[in-house]
Each structure stands twice: as structure tokens, then as C-alpha cells.
Nanobody, 119 residues
Framework: QVQFVESGGGLVQPGGSLRLSCASS????????MKWYRQAPGKQREVVAT???????NYEHSVKGRFAISRDNVKNMVYLQMNSLKPEDMAVYYC?????????????WGQGTPVTVSS
């Protein structure tokens, strides 16, 4: 199974910025889309951002205008630039891929990378 390793999380103050990275063990261009997810304690995992193989992006409403997803098909990397961070953005962030049917490619979510937004 393909492996994704997230990194770049950490502690930031409200209004600060972070860039998350997702390293894939294989080509990401073969997947329909790459996605960033997040899960806060006691809450369900939600999709934060999506980028298709053709470069089309979509964002969860609360992060529109603040987050930007991008990809590097040469390095097989996916990034999430997070600006103007808010306390409600605190969560563990994960990346995954989906196929044409919308099915997640990686079954194991791993540990993700935690983001803490606090003053």
C-alpha cells in the first residue's frame, strides 16, 4: 500500500502560518486527487482541502481564503499552506489520496501531524 508521511505541524500563535508537507512513497499523479484532512479531539475527521490530478482545488468553507493546497508531481509531495490560523484550526492533519470513485487509497491514517494554535 502507498505510504504518506505528514510533517510540518507545530505550535503557532493565532494569526500565524504553517506549511504542512505530505511525502508519498510513490507517484501521486496516478491518483484522482490528493486531500488534506483534519481531526480535532472529539470530532469527526473532515476534508480540509482537495487538489485533483489536473490541479483543480476545493476547500472547506471555514478555511477558504486562508489555506492553499498545492502539489509537486516531480517530488511526489503535497503541501498545505495555512495562513491566519485560528484556534479552531487545532487538529491532527492527515493526507490521503482518492481514486475516481472517491475511495481513500490509504487505509491506515497513521499519526498525521498535529497543529496547535494557541497564544
Amino acid at each position: 500500500q502507498v505510504q504518506f508521511v505528514e510533517s510540518g505541524g507545530g505550535l503557532v500563535q493565532p494569526g500565524g502560518s504553517l506549511r504542512l508537507s505530505c511525502a508519498s512513497s510513490g507517484s501521486i499523479s496516478r491518483f484522482y486527487a490528493m486531500k488534506w484532512y483534519r481531526q480535532a479531539p472529539g470530532k469527526q475527521r473532515e476534508v480540509v482541502a482537495t487538489i485533483t490530478s489536473s490541479g483543480i482545488t476545493n476547500y472547506e468553507h471555514s478555511v477558504k481564503g486562508r489555506f492553499a493546497i498545492s502539489r509537486d508531481n516531480v517530488k511526489n509531495m503535497v503541501y498545505l499552506q495555512m495562513n491566519s490560523l485560528k484556534p479552531e484550526d487545532m487538529a491532527v492533519y492527515y493526507c490521503n489520496a482518492v481514486d475516481l470513485s472517491g475511495t481513500r487509497v490509504r487505509d491506515y491514517w497513521g499519526q498525521g501531524t498535529p497543529v496547535t494554535v494557541s497564544s
